[in-house]
Nanobody, 126 residues
Framework: QVRLVESGGGLVQAGDSLRLSCAVSGLTLPDAAMGWFRQAPGKTREFVVGINSIGGMNYADSVKGRFTISRDHAKNTVFLEMNTLKPEDTAVYSC????????????????????WGQGTQVTVSS
């Protein structure tokens, strides 16, 4: 059974940093494409960043240069380092996983992922 558990959210001020973690069980990272999504109140869930099974990455334009995704295979955990946070980054952040057909694939659509965590709230005050 695949399970994803996020942690690290919180309330911060604009300009601050946070690091989110997504602990994965039942699936090893070299076999998976992983993604981070976020959903703000009243908005649809949107793609933030993805990483494929060989380390390729794809970032949403809104977070390029501020957010960094990384993986620790020993801990089977994916991280999202978020710097220079803005109030518009406020959302519930969720990690997602899929066993892709192609190792180079970095899915960006919500429907392309099979497994989801419960989400962690990030609130950025101005």
């Amino acid at each position: 059974q695949v399970r994803l558990v996020e942690s690290g959210g919180g309330l911060v001020q604009a300009g601050d940093s946070l690091r989110l973690s997504c602990a994965v069980s039942g699936l090893t990272l070299p076999d998976a494409a992983m993604g981070w999504f976020r959903q703000a109140p009243g908005k649809t869930r949107e793609f933030v960043v993805g990483i494929n099974s060989i380390g390729g990455m794809n970032y949403a334009d809104s977070v390029k240069g501020r957010f960094t995704i990384s993986r620790d295979h020993a801990k089977n955990t994916v991280f999202l380092e978020m710097n220079t946070l803005k109030p518009e980054d406020t959302a519930v952040y969720s990690c997602a996983a899929v066993r892709p057909r192609k190792r180079t694939a970095i899915p960006q659509g919500r429907n392309e992922y099979d497994y989801w965590g419960q989400g962690t709230q990030v609130t950025v005050s101005s």
